[in-house]
């Protein structure tokens, strides 16, 4: 049974153009679209139930490590975003105001929170007195909006979801672990359900979140060699904080300073999902984050007995855990079989009366076109396996591309030459200066440091562009 | 083991001074405060971890019924909010304005959504072709603001909590049908999951949401007589879709209107469970709703074994499903009996030396301070039963409560001297008049029309106010 090729021609080759390609997988699998409204998106049914997938088993994982969700306002009076002084200057150009409420003019403006540290260190220096009142490890599924120039579906829009994660500790150790904690988190679930590699580690200096005193990144590599910085940790030390009067009372009866983190994923990630996985005919998701992980499809679905013994194996399925949908519409399997291939679910089941004769079906994977016969006394238990084995895959075939794309360049013309033909991620060392990154930024049409390396020997001694002594050693890329 | 009293003196009682009872309610068990932006709060961890249940149990519901979740912008154009005139004269006095972003001044003004119905039908209409697009089933969890005066947590705020559905359908019979189907999942969500029994009906003509042809309200009735609007369904007809140009070609090639519904549950509802169900002592869930079922007291538990077999029973419980807690901490345990009443978890568990040498524990009961022993070899599954019973006792004590507060009159010095003696509904017969119920609520100090009352004889067929013919009977009362 042929595809039918009418619906895929929508969407461009990856490798003619990827841009292109990267907004005709959205259109064509319905995950969002533009509004009305310049910069902000409508997240459609099925890009939104990707975001839920994700959703629930980020939370489970916070919660797991004793996360708890509450909800802070919206907006955010000028006064209080000025309290910390690099925080408002990495802000203030980029947020929405609100001038007018009802029919008055209000006394004092507010803005739509572009990300909420202020809120909830004016909630804490309100209500933290003691060291019984802590830590606080709190988390918030949230829009925030931030008035950016150019905008791409997921990757840039001016209004976007995420969760918010704001903690303090008493000590700069807890809060420091709790870092490192919620880093790993997000590695874990980049890994274990997106079947998303990456490199990660701290952000240089001068790419640190405003106010922070480090910040640690995920940064997963797209299939045009771009980087993706993917969710991001940010330790505030006391800084922070203090600005707000936040201190509690030790048990010694003396006052402290305590200790801040902040640490964010958003439905950036989604686009990364996109670009790491999908190919020419559409979306190509992970089962994990799959809102449907199989799609039956009748075949010759009006010879008799053949839906029926479909919409039982549906419900086989369906009791036995598994997202299961059918496509029993007037399509022909041919169209069908494009459908679900463009919307990246990540399995089909053809069902026909020879397959009910035999007693199996034919599963069909979404990311290499594996067909499996399986027996349908066994389709139940065997669904599971082909599901885990396409997760493992995806995770391994990403990992492959990752490894394969990381070059190592040790002076600028090998650095330039490496950019010019090949993309990926650049290992070379650095001074530390930003003045020097901006050179090498320029030089090769827009790489930058994703990250520090300091777990591995430093390959040189000097630095790329003036050749100093070298202090770092970093992942450098392009990036969304 | 007596109770600390010295936690629970902080609580009025509700028969002293009601408003503030419920003030107190929702300080100490720590569920919301106000935060530094005027009318808006933070839904801290025990509140917002009784909105997750609440969401968690409709959006099951609502996914039952086929509903697709989305997300639309926060933001709304000025010219789209102004599309249909009813519903810009109700809502323009109380919006805010975004009028700035980042540094320039915007050229047209942006409100905060107050309710998304002209995003839709914005996105609706660039998008619905054929009657192969219908209908359209969507919902979004989200935040919503209105400028109102004055607030009261959960109550009334600027900003609050909600999920509007909103969908569009083929058919006027499809769409009124779609009305009441969502209006009845709300019914059952509280009667079966908030333990809160209901009036529910029609809103009068002028107290239809703006530019609905239909509101459906479901009517909740407090502890202290007084009315809560606890979620309303609307049916709008073809009038809003049609303002923004909605239109679809039927199977026979000719343009056609589409109907529309929209309907909402926000986190007033909480402020309902609290209203209906707590006492003196505080807090008083419904289990169902419950975020935490059970807490494991133990006592004496410096004895040996004592806390080792608290936990072995609290894994035990985990495993088998049970939300449960321990607390283990220095406190009496009278002072954490007073503290899990405070924050209404639905049981306690008492677990001392004596109990543990006869095999035993001590359950005892929020709502009634029943205490039940059960054998440590069936407590697994006895406390499943004692939480449902708990659970239809608390609606059926509720159910009571509601009865036994509905009155009728049939003069408005009858109906005036009901408002004065008792709290509650009271049926009465109306002509329909805007002016006859302003009188009505002139007279009685406040109680307006609720909801009217389709399905039973009329009990006058005289105007309660001006003696004219009824049209109506409806519930009369005093609302939040």
Not at 208 to 237: N, V
Not at 270 to 282: R, T
Not at 424 to 449: F, H
Request: charged share 30%.
């Amino acid at each position: 049974m042929a595809k039918d090729k009418k619906m895929v021609k929508a969407i461009t080759s990856r490798d003619v153009d990827f841009a292109q390609w990267y907004t005709d997988v959205v259109r064509e699998a319905k995950l969002c679209d533009y509004s009305s409204v310049k910069g902000c998106l409508n997240y459609l049914p099925n890009g939104y139930a990707i975001w839920e997938m994700i959703q629930a088993d980020l939370d489970r994982r916070f919660k797991e490590t004793g996360v708890e969700n509450v909800y802070l306002p919206t907006l955010i009076p000028e006064s209080l975003l000025q309290k910390e002084a690099d925080h408002i200057d990495g802000f203030a150009p980029e947020v929405a105001w609100v001038t007018h409420g009802g029919m008055e003019r209000l006394q004092e403006r507010l803005c739509i929170r572009p990300t909420s540290e202020t809120l909830f260190c004016d909630l804490w220096a309100r209500t933290v007195q003691s060291y019984r009142d802590l830590p606080k490890v709190w988390n918030q599924w949230n829009s925030v909006l931030r008035w950016e120039k150019t905008t791409r579906p997921f990757l840039r829009s001016r209004e976007f979801l995420w969760q918010e994660g704001h903690t303090i500790h008493a000590t700069y150790e807890e809060a420091e672990e709790r870092t490192l904690q919620m880093l790993k988190v997000y590695q874990d679930c980049y890994r274990e359900t997106m079947a998303i590699p990456f490199v990660s580690g701290r952000k240089a200096e001068h790419e640190k979140f405003a106010g922070a005193q480090d910040t640690y990144t995920i940064e997963a590599l797209m299939y045009d060699g771009k980087a993706l910085q993917s969710a991001t940790s940010h330790f505030f030390g006391s800084g922070f904080p203090d600005a707000f009067g936040i201190k509690y009372v030790d048990k010694n009866n003396e006052l402290q300073s305590v200790y801040e983190t902040s640490w964010g994923w958003s439905t950036r990630s989604i686009g990364g999902l996109i670009m790491v996985h999908s190919d020419d005919d559409g979306l190509v998701l992970p089962p994990r984050v799959a809102p449907t992980e199989v799609m039956i499809i009748p075949i010759a679905q009006h010879k008799e007995g053949v839906l029926d013994r479909a919409y039982d194996l549906m419900a086989e399925l369906k009791k036995a855990g598994y997202r299961v949908k059918i496509d029993a519409s007037e399509k022909s399997p041919g169209w069908k079989f494009s459908e679900q291939e463009i919307l990246g679910i990540p399995t089909r089941i053809e069902i026909g009366p020879k397959d009910i004769e035999n007693n199996q079906v034919v599963v069909v994977r979404r990311d290499n076109r594996e067909k499996i016969v399986v027996s349908l006394d066994e389709i139940a238990t065997k669904l599971r396996d082909i599901l885990e084995t396409m997760q493992q895959d995806m995770y391994n075939k990403a990992k492959d591309f990752l490894e394969s794309h990381i070059y190592e360049a040790r002076t600028l013309d090998e650095m330039v030459e490496k950019f010019k033909t090949d993309r990926g991620l650049i290992k070379a060392c650095w001074c530390g200066d930003e003045e020097c990154e901006g050179e090498v930024k320029y030089n090769t049409g827009g790489a930058a440091t994703r990250c520090l390396i300091e777990d591995e020997e430093m390959i040189s001694d000097k630095c790329i562009y003036c050749g100093k002594p070298a202090k770092h050693m970093a992942y450098w890329g392009k990036a969304y």
